[in-house]
């Protein structure tokens, strides 16, 4: 009896062991695919008023199907695993138990043990399998849990990147035969070389898709420069701190992001300490003062990223937010596109009275803006294919 308990036992683990190289492919692919399909939830949601404009949202409703039923399957086939293991595992361990329970009772009434050797032969049968069986049960637990944080522990298993720890102050800013790249096939900046003084006012203009966006990224941090070099006050900027670069250049894009809750706090954020008077400077210098006063002052509420602002009304609030921040350094990178004349002009006069004081870095499409400049960089083909100075030609 106990050789028979004792050959059973072992086939639970083997079990799991087979079961494993199954369960991890099936369960990788069902958290890949129930990451998909979160993703392409937020999507079309984000996307809704976009997807009614054109009429679209009947394509994107079948493709929605499609990703839940292949998600459908796969959960599908992750609980037929599951359902399977456990059988094969309660078939060995209830069987097993059945088997010895038997043959104590055989050998009991054959008259070769007592019966309180038959009681406790039968109990322990009973008893014999269960550490196991709940060992396999931790299994599949253990098993959905490890294929989920796959990515987790590769993210973790990352090399810590070098601590940065030189400070700028917002000085000279230069590139210098900077290149960049997303893959190897495919490079953005080609020998890029721009020199950005102290309190001056320099132009990049060019083309959508021409490299300018990508300037400002590796300036801001966000991206490291393949080859060459970027500098700012002398130092590289892959040795400077993440909190001195923020502190010495902020960034103002058209797609500047609020958060929910009112006008004072949204400001707040770029400068803690400011009090009534001065956010009512700023944004009276932004042309909103007028407007904010007709609603309900700095406790106006703003609805998610601003929703109830038009788009020239978003971009003079996020103006306004920038020159809280009083960095060194400003960039603006189309900050002016898609939004009123009015809305333009504001702004516009806002970076011509920056530049007085300020370094500042315009970035756009448009060469009208650039009039005042010190110097315009023209990019073409991720290449400095032009600099004019216009202020030392006057």
Not at 94 to 101: C, D, E, N, S, V
Not at 137 to 147: D, K, L, T, W
Not at 268 to 285: I, P
Not at 367 to 385: F, T
Request: glycine letters at 8%.
């Amino acid at each position: 009896m106990a050789a028979i308990l004792l050959i059973c036992v072992p086939l639970i683990p083997g079990a799991i062991i087979t079961v494993q190289k199954i369960a991890k492919k099936i369960l990788s692919k069902y958290w890949g695919q129930y990451t998909k399909l979160g993703s392409t939830f937020l999507e079309n949601l984000q996307g809704m008023t976009t997807l009614k404009t054109y009429q679209a949202d009947g394509y994107k409703n079948e493709e929605m199907n499609r990703e839940s039923e292949h998600f459908r399957k796969v959960t599908m086939a992750v609980l037929t695993m599951q359902l399977n293991s456990v059988t094969i595992m309660d078939f060995v361990a209830y069987g097993g138990a059945a088997l010895g329970i038997l043959l104590a009772t055989k050998t009991f009434v054959d008259g070769n043990i007592g019966l309180a050797n038959c009681i406790f032969m039968i109990l322990l049968s009973a008893d014999f399998f269960l550490p196991m069986r709940r060992l396999g049960s931790y299994f599949h637990v253990a098993m959905n849990g490890m294929a989920a944080s796959d990515k987790i522990f590769k993210f973790l298993n990352e090399d810590e990147p070098d601590e940065k720890a030189e400070t700028v102050s917002g000085g000279e800013i230069a590139l210098k035969d900077a290149c960049f790249s997303f893959t190897e096939d495919r490079v953005i900046l080609h020998n890029v070389s721009i020199i950005i003084p102290k309190n001056g006012f320099v132009g990049i203009v060019g083309e959508s898709g021409s490299g300018k966006s990508t300037i400002a990224s590796l300036i801001m941090g966000r991206n490291t420069v393949g080859s060459g070099s970027l500098t700012i006050d002398g130092k590289e900027i892959n040795t400077t701190s993440e909190q001195s670069l923020m502190k010495a250049i902020t960034y103002i894009g058209f797609g500047s992001v609020f958060f929910k809750g009112t006008v004072r706090e949204n400001l707040l954020f770029a400068d803690k300490k400011a009090d009534d008077k001065k956010l009512w400077q700023v944004l009276d210098d932004c042309q909103l003062s007028d407007f904010l006063k007709a609603e309900n002052g700095l406790d106006t509420e703003l609805l998610e990223n601003a929703g109830n602002l038009s788009g020239g009304q978003k971009q003079r609030l996020a103006l306004a937010r920038a020159i809280l921040h009083d960095s060194p350094a400003y960039i603006f990178d189309e900050a002016t596109s898609n939004i009123d004349i009015e809305s333009e002009e504001a702004i516009l006069s806002q970076i011509h009275s920056l530049k007085k004081r300020k370094t500042v870095i315009m970035i756009s499409h448009r060469m009208a803006n650039m009039v005042d400049a010190d110097m315009v960089y023209v990019i073409d083909g991720g290449k400095v294919a032009e600099r004019n100075a216009y202020r030392a030609a006057e």
